[in-house]
């Protein structure tokens, strides 16, 4: 782990311990850093929770904390002034694009994180990052919201056709683990090279609107809640090709 340009100095709170702050914790314990059980014996606040208590959580603390104290949220939607409620305060957001499903005993590695905030707190982040072996990137505060939507999209909405697909291999008895691996592996590798809808293929790629019909119906008659998913993925598919 390179924590030679990673300073000790600093003690760290972090309020909300679901997966995300709870990974932290276990991220800033990973690299021996010091962690407090109160926000006023840090210098170094991080703001795990969602996004409606962001404000409110910050001004919380509005009174307590000393001068100059660093405050840091993880929301990928919001800009860093949300947590800005004293103007003697530097702040900034720090997000990563990944998909905690559970608490993780360490910060797993090469995880792109997204810095936005003042420059007091770059070479901090930064070098918490560069320790945790990630990659880093800076992004202003106007491109916040499509930012997030790119991360819903590739992160959480892809699994709505992916369960679909689970589910229609559970109840047939088809090998779903194997059919994952041969079709999703590759297409996720290919996707890193971007082109991502012209290199599409399938039926709607290729205007078999027939076989979107079969299934379509197929699916309104044994699972009724994909169809208009399929439907409307299909549909955008084959709009893109016309």
């Given amino acids: 782990m390179k924590t030679q340009h990673l300073t000790r100095r600093h003690f760290h709170f972090v309020r909300g311990r679901g997966r995300l702050g709870t990974t ?5 314990k990973q690299l021996d850093l ?10 170094v606040i991080w703001f795990c929770v969602p996004e409606k208590a962001l404000k409110s959580e910050a001004e919380k603390l509005k009174s307590k904390l000393n ?25 900034a957001s720090l997000h990563p694009a990944y998909s905690f499903s559970k608490p993780l005993t360490e910060m797993p590695r090469d995880i792109l994180w997204t810095f936005e905030g003042d420059d007091g707190l770059r070479n901090l982040l930064q070098s918490l990052v560069m320790a945790w072996e990630g990659k880093w990137v800076e992004i202003p505060p106007e491109v916040k919201i499509p930012y997030h939507i790119a991360c819903v999209l590739m992160g959480n909405l892809v699994d709505i056709p992916i369960g679909a697909a689970e589910k229609i291999c559970r109840e047939f008895r088809l090998p779903f683990s ?11 590798a290919g996707c890193k090279a971007g082109s991502v809808l012209e290199n599409t293929t399938g039926p709607a790629a290729r205007g078999d609107s027939e076989t979107v019909k079969t299934e379509t119906e197929w699916l309104r008659q044994n699972l009724p809640e994909q169809e208009d998913v399929y439907r409307l993925l299909s549909g955008l598919i084959q709009k893109k090709n016309n």
Avoid: C, K
């Fill in 34 to 43: 010091h962690l407090v059980d109160e926000p006023e014996q840090a210098d």
């Fill in 24 to 28: 932290i914790v276990n991220g800033l």
């Fill in 178 to 188: 194997e059919m994952a691996e041969s079709l999703l592996l590759p297409h996720i």
């Fill in 67 to 91: 001068p100059g104290a660093r405050l840091v949220h993880t929301s990928g939607l919001l800009g860093s002034d949300t947590i800005r409620v004293r103007q003697d305060f530097q702040v």
